[in-house]
């Protein structure tokens, strides 16, 4: 299955805390169980544990497929040591590509038991993009349920220039996945795997027009699922009902702090009105990841006859109609919004931390740290706006293959987020929006999007965008490029003034022009094009990346 | 101040996961800024991060003084340089000797954000006790206020050998520590500081008859914390009553978690009905150190005319008088007991988590790990006693200064509590008691413990101590010494048949000496003794150190 030492030092390993271009330090994570370190506890050891302190509880339901966490700690036993004897070792990545199925969880424990990694793929790509992810991540073992999806795999195997990854096809109960699984076995190695080493790898974020792999340490996954099982309220009495789409970090944050406390998780395959009602009332479902609207208005259409007692379900309040059938949430979390990524396992602060506050993001979970910095990386005082960066245990350790971005994003020590926000008076953290350009007027950093933000709060104004255009007394002044509200028709002085009640003097537009339309790509912004029609660009001093 | 490479090789210190007797290793734990680990979070980080998220928030009480997290993490940072200046070093350690202050949270993040360790000291030992901690824990600052311990304090330094620690009194506002503390400058040299390594060193369980210091790192206190958030139901709107000993670990695990969300701590120098009353109704206190039943008693007494609001107070339930005058604690902690020891941060086993249980110490939190043994260390299947092992975040690095106990309880990396216990079917972990002796009788271990609660379950026992005697079929048979209570004469037949009924029969005595007190040394059974009277001793194959 592998040609030792071929595209090892290809390989980019990204240990606890920073970067590193050989493979063979992720190797090291690994040892016997001889010098076991006292404090460390992975995701496989979690496994481990909740067989022996679980023995009555369900872990996860899948269809017709029930399994108890000793069963499920068996199977992922059992999936480890076929894997191991597959040739796959630590630090190894492991491309799951179907819609949801428990066996996605079955990879994960036995990458964990490893010290391997999952990337769970976004199968709704379109076949060039899956195929840059199946070169990209160069994973050993590519498993995939083809049910649904035959037609886009065909074609990203065809793009795709991997050689060396194994395909094994996990659809059905007598299938590739379920021989390879049967075939280890049940005696479990206990290699002791660093919790600080990634294991679930989640693409995300574009930069440079493809997306880039987060790599989550267990023990980021352990602590946030801790963290969340206190905001969300969650304990051994719960079951999850996991609609969402198992490439997404979120369902993880549900799954993972039932599973280190015992709570059930049951996977569809679909998220319809009809699936979700029909798991709900069967499993007597408690939490779901978070409904889109159109989802609970659909919900809320098919049982208005009340066929379907949902009261098991705790949510957040939507309309009148909604509240009646389920339970509405008191939990922290319910309480407030927070702010986060892929690349902080989810949120970082959140409302209700330290009491109400200002902002409704709130304020930084105990895992992690957050400050406001300009672009040297200074912390910036209170009320000032700067990119948001953090560092702490659910932090993760960096993308994968990616030094040039990592060594930037990550290099300081400090994760930068590309995110932009500021400090309230009281410690509470406001999240503008995505960096973009920064535009430098005199010595004044201006982040288009906090203006654009203000512009766009004006009701007369239905879309705005700010650019840099040159200035010859500050190098660069604002321009603001906005699109008036059906049948409005602002004037510059009137934007002019509004954005200088809401923000200091140096951050107004100082001219406005208008137009029908703003120029978008991918529904963002395309601030080339807007420079070349209004006579902006350069950013002298910004960085010159959108995100 | 220090005189550089003395005492280092004596040292002993105890990094995370395993033991090693060179200081000079736990010096590494500390480096300058650049090349930050991203996952690390200090208790030092955790205190900078409160500065800027509770501005608004009161981190404690105590006296006159009221300190705001940002003026608490000023202090800290003060003291912290001060300390710095004067030599301390990443590794090094601080005793507080004093009842109940600030000052002492105060050394505990300094020392921190050093790298150093805080032991608080038990002030109410006997001289010659306390002289054994100073001169076995080789301090380089010793903190002490003397009120109330004048002649302890005297006499126990009198009888010290250690030279070389500079002691520095903490009494007063205009006293040497606040002129230390105020010597120190403002500018927080962020060190980064090894999460993993040891801060909070707690003197418990006697050895060989000294006590030894546990040592807790910085993550086993963090991780515990949010558990105990959790557990507890915290957050920032509760303010904790410490009237409990702050030598005592427990009072820190009310402490930590308010101190991680943002809480307050009001500090009570006595621990008697009327302060109790006196600062739950003026800080409207929400939580207590776990009040003993005659303290419950004595305010209930105290408090017949409510003169005393005390209803902002979340305790279990009492007595109907009491129970009238406090909110009931409804929280998860609240529901059952647990299992645990100051070598893992308190509890270990909780009650409620994976829902009921047969025991009521219930099952293993998700930062620790819980395995039941043989005298190998080799797993033990479910119903079988054998002793508590542990590993995970909240496990204690090991003892300080105890090269051989480190080897003998923490070396094969798992902690060996000592305690003994089994697991249940439904996978809680059921505790027994402390291990003591063990007697092998023929190929079966028995301890002890185990059957001496059997014992005293029976109606017409007062007390109870099973030894091996010599057999010469097993090698070692047990014989039951047993105390009967007033008025009563239990036979031999009777107890045994009664242990035969509760235990596996081979644990039954196989004969029973009837006396009128067992021998005891400060409450413990003296086994040696009772050896000597009834013809006792030997232990093949069991340890002989009675803990």
Known sequence: MRTMGEGDEAVADVSRGRWETRAATARHAVTRSTGRP??????????????RRFPHLTAFVDGATRLSYPLFDERTTRLANAL?????????????????SVRCMELLVAAAKLGAILCPVNWRQSPDELAFVIDDIDALLIVCDPRGLEDTLKAARTSSRATRARWVEAAGED?????????????????????????LAIYTAAHDGH???????????LNQAVWLAYMYDLDASDTFLCAGPMFHLGVYLFILPLFVLGGTTVIATRADAETICRLTVQERCTVAFPLMQYLIDEI??????????????RTS??????????????????????????????GVTWYGVGQDSQSRFGRSSPFVLVRVVDETGAELPVGEVGELVVRGTVVANGYWNREELNAETFGDGWRHTSDIGKREADGSITFIGPKGNMIKSGVENIYPVEVERVLRSHPSVADAAVIGVPDEKWIQSLKAIVVP???????????????????????????????????????????DELNRRHGGGGYPGGSTRSY
Chains 1, 2 share one sequence.
């Open 211 to 221: 997306p880039s792999a987060a790599l989550l340490s267990h023990s980021a996954l």
């Open 300 to 313: 809320t259409e098919l049982n208005r006859d009340a066929r379907y007692d949902l009261s098991s379900l």
């Open 38 to 51: 006292l404090g460390n506890i992975s995701c496989g050891d979690l496994s481990r544990e909740n067989r």
């Open 84 to 100: 191991a004897a597959a040739g796959l070792q630590a630090g190894d990545r492991i491309l799951w590509i179907g819609k949801n």
């Open 485 to 527: 509200a059906s049948g409005c028709s602002p004037t510059q002085d009137e934007l002019i003034v509004h954005c200088k009640q809401k923000l200091a003097s140096y951050k107004k537009p100082r001219s406005v022009e208008f137009t029908e339309s703003l120029p978008r790509h991918d529904g963002r912004i395309d601030y």
């Open 317 to 346: 309040s939507h309309s009148p109609g909604w509240d009646a059938m389920v339970t509405l949430d008191h939990s922290r979390a319910a309480r407030g919004s927070r702010w986060g990524q892929s690349e902080t396992t989810g």
């Open 175 to 199: 299938g590739e996945y379920e021989a390879l699984l049967a075939s280890g076995s049940a005696v479990d190695l206990d290699l002791v795997v660093d919790a600080g080493s990634p294991l």
